[in-house]
T-cell receptor, first 112, second 114 residues
């Protein structure tokens, strides 16, 4: 079993839909949970990160962490065609900027 | 503006050749990383460095080497390129104490081994 599991999709939704992206993990020592967005032929860019359990909201994006279930989610409200990208979850033990463990990434397509 | 740059953007090489991918950052970050991205695997850590003259193996280090002679550069060398090393390679950098917001990726090098 990989440390981080993520359904690769692809996921196709109409514009305006609510999108839910998810990852599960096995290492209970992970403390920081990140979501990256990656456009085609580009490097990953950080969307947001959360520490431990709880929710974090940034505009149309909400990240949730449930450490008891080892489950994290990213919700995108009012999805836009510009949200079409691959979304990668990543985790790490601390915020010292050390190595990240990534999920496989979920490819999202939002149609207008 | 500070940045992290990778070169070349695209490379085609033959099996058995030695290849070096460059990574240069002007953030003055102590931590630097090399990942590879393959369909079905996501990003996997190859090597990383926490400072000058420090190097460490990651999850998929076989066939790769790195050296860190200064803060700005972490070149990745494929000693004898194999078709299994066809991939997209990403370099990243970060600085302890600056939090995860500063964890920055380059634009990638697409390597094809024929």
């Amino acid at each position: 079993q990989k440390e981080v599991e993520q359904d690769p999709g692809p996921l196709s939704v109409p514009e305006g839909a609510i999108v839910s992206l998810n990852c599960t993990y096995s290492n209970s020592a992970f403390q920081y949970f990140m979501w990256y967005r990656q456009y085609s032929r580009k490097g990953p860019e950080l969307l947001m990160y959360t520490y431990s359990s709880g929710n974090k909201e940034d505009g149309r994006f909400t990240a949730q962490v449930d450490k008891s279930s080892k489950y994290i989610s990213l919700f995108i409200r009012d999805s836009q065609p510009s949200d079409s990208a691959t979304y990668l979850c990543a985790m790490t033990l601390n915020q010292a900027g050390t190595a990240l463990i990534f999920g496989k990434g979920t490819t999202l397509s939002v149609s207008s | 503006d500070a940045e992290i740059t990778q070169s070349p953007r695209h490379k085609i090489t033959e099996t058995g050749r030695q290849v070096t991918l460059a990574c240069h950052q002007t953030w003055n970050h102590n931590n630097m990383f090399w990942y590879r991205q393959d369909l079905g695997h996501g990003l996997r850590l190859i090597h990383y460095s926490y400072g000058v003259h420090d190097t460490n193996k990651g999850e998929v280090s076989d066939g790769y080497s790195v050296s860190r002679s200064n803060t700005e550069d972490l070149p990745l060398t494929l000693e004898s390129a194999a078709s299994s090393q066809t991939s997209v390679y990403f370099c990243a950098s970060s600085e302890p104490g600056q939090g995860l917001d500063g964890y920055t990726f380059g634009s990638g090098t697409r390597l094809t081994v024929v």
